[in-house]
């Protein structure tokens, strides 16, 4: 296998990676900004927790997975990447780093301000991680300030009006994964909470991408490739149709569908801002010259192949250790009963 293949191979799972973990860490970081808003004392607040808590780490395990592919495959883009977006991609550890203390800690005290402290925290911070995630990859579609000398931006800058565009989308999907994710996993008062905030988080959501497309057609050169290749615009409609079906399955009362459908919505949208971004990796807005591609970044020959190989075996093992959790964890979780992380 020539090395351009095996860098394309890789490009493609480095998009299937993130992906992913948008997918899966999703209804964990949209079940954490919604956690003050649906529980009102801590045995619902133990309902919350028990809902995500076996599942949270094991999605987490694909942004390790996903920074690790950059590290090895393309380490150039990694190594460009961590210094051109230093403070944000900081920003995001530091939200993470709270996000899981903030889960942890919330009832190792009984002191209603400790409590209330994490709580806070665990919101917040998955507040921040799905808007800087989205305001990050809007600005990896639209292009970065990247010069002949290295990035010529600040944090500031990143947040043009298309980046914070991104940001929203993130943050209203994961929303709406959530609150049916809540529905899907828990019983009584708290899925009723969830389910009266649905049906809006629905429609926002396919106007918010709506928005977002037409936006990324008018501003970006995402779409480019698209006209090379027509057959590609069915990645953006079945992201639009995604979105538009989860308001019917919401009115019907299908939520396992409308669940399938929001996964589907993120899932064509980041495969449309891949596919789009073909082969760049970290594109300049200033010049394509001074951007990153996938061939100048990617690893050696060797490099590459063994990856490939420890892919194809570590991979099944790893969704196949998931889907078991899943089925182990299947049961809805009633107030009664909750035990909490």
Known sequence: MSHELL??????????LWAVYFVLDGYTLGTGMLFPFLTKNKQERNQL?????????????????????????????????????????MLILFA????????????KDDSPKWQSSWKWAFTVSSFLIALLFGVAFANLFDGL???ETGYKGTLLSLFHPYGLLGGILFVVMFLLSGSLWVQLKTSGVVAQRAA????????????????????TANRTPIFENYIVMPILWLLPLLALAASL???IFTIRRRIGLAFTA????????????????????????IDPAFGTTLYEAAGSQ?????????????????ILYQLWSYRIFKDKITKDAAKGY
């Open 245 to 247: 079906s989860i308001i």
């Open 302 to 318: 060797l490099n590459l192949t063994i990856m490939l190989v420890v892919a194809l075996i570590c991979v099944p093992i790893v």
């Open 96 to 107: 993470l780093f709270f996000r899981a203390t903030g889960l942890e800690f919330m009832h």
């Open 49 to 89: 927790q028990e809902a995500i808590g076996p599942f949270w780490g094991g999605n987490e395990v694909w942004l390790i997975t996903a920074g690790g592919a950059t590290f090895a495959a393309f380490p150039l883009t990694y190594a460009n990447m961590f210094s051109y977006l230093y403070t944000p991609l």
């Open 262 to 285: 929001i996964c589907t919505t993120i899932f064509m949208l980041m495969a449309t801002g891949f596919v789009g971004m073909f082969p760049n990796m970290l594109p300049s807005k």
């Open 196 to 215: 009266k905030l649905t049906k809006s988080l629905a429609m926002t959501t396919a106007m918010v991408v709506a928005i977002f497309l037409v936006a």
């Open 145 to 147: 300030l990247i010069g």
């Open 7 to 16: 860098a394309v191979i890789w490009f493609g799972l480095w998009g299937l």
